[in-house]
């Protein structure tokens, strides 16, 4: 028997027009389809994807061990996570190995901070892989902003809130436009960061982009005890606009 294809499909940032014809053509022709989830919740990827599905697909949930109650450098979050993504590949491979192709959903693009990635590294090599692109939350970010963000030879950044104050600084001073990914309970650090770097009054905060409750407002008008940011919370800083 020949092995199934794992497509790994790429949903966008929220609005389910936002999906490309490619990923809309997989969603619909495969009978099983995987995705992530927090404990609790009904899962946004899911969510983006379900009008396109198969009624009678298969659904594989996978709950996260953890989000936000450890950081990522503990010991205990890589080891569950390693077991968790084990475990996640070895269901999938399952399906593949029965002749089943598989559409794993992921948020955005799913190589761009995606946790598909870590799920491509366990099966890539054994199985046929074929990944759609998508747009990720920045571009989705940015759009629904009216912001655009590089002119001429900007520089783009694109910074995780989980460095630490002095990284963020030093980055946010060299570079043209920014923008600063995991928001969440950093908030006040990366206030502190763009305000060192002297491009606070620059800064603007984008809260679930392209959905029907997002959020887009200055920075500095968000009041200072509004945080943490949820998850799908990102900072856009514009190019410097030179002359072209």
């Not at 890589?78 to 192709?101: H, K």
């Amino acid at each position: 028997m020949t092995a199934g294809t794992l497509h790994t499909v790429s949903v966008g940032p929220g609005d389910p027009e936002l999906l490309t014809l490619k990923a809309v053509r997989v969603l619909g022709a495969v009978h099983c389809f995987a995705f992530f989830a927090k404990r609790g919740r009904s899962g946004h990827a899911v969510g983006v994807a379900r009008a396109y599905l198969r009624p009678n697909a298969e659904a594989l949930r996978f709950d996260y061990p953890f989000t936000t109650e450890l950081p990522p450098d503990h010991p205990d979050y890589r080891l569950a996570f390693n077991a968790f993504y084990e475990q996640v590949a070895g269901m999938l491979a399952r399906r593949l190995d029965a002749g089943l192709d598989v559409a794993l959903l992921c948020e955005g693009d799913a190589f761009f901070y995606g946790s598909a990635m870590y799920v491509f590294d366990h099966l890539a090599g054994r199985y046929r892989h074929d990944v759609v692109p998508g747009v990720t939350g920045m571009a989705g970010g940015w759009a629904r902003a009216c912001l655009p963000m590089t002119h001429g030879d900007d520089v783009l950044s694109v910074l995780p809130g989980t460095l630490d104050q002095a990284a963020l600084t030093s980055r946010l001073a060299v570079t043209d436009a920014v923008v600063i990914m995991k928001v969440g309970r950093h908030l006040p650090k990366i206030r502190a960061a763009l305000s060192a770097a002297g491009r606070g009054a620059d800064a603007i905060y984008v809260e679930r982009a392209t959905m029907a409750d997002e959020r887009i407002l200055r920075l500095d008008d968000l009041p200072d005890d509004d945080h943490p940011a949820p998850y799908f919370a990102l900072i856009l800083v514009p190019g410097r606009k030179r002359a072209r």
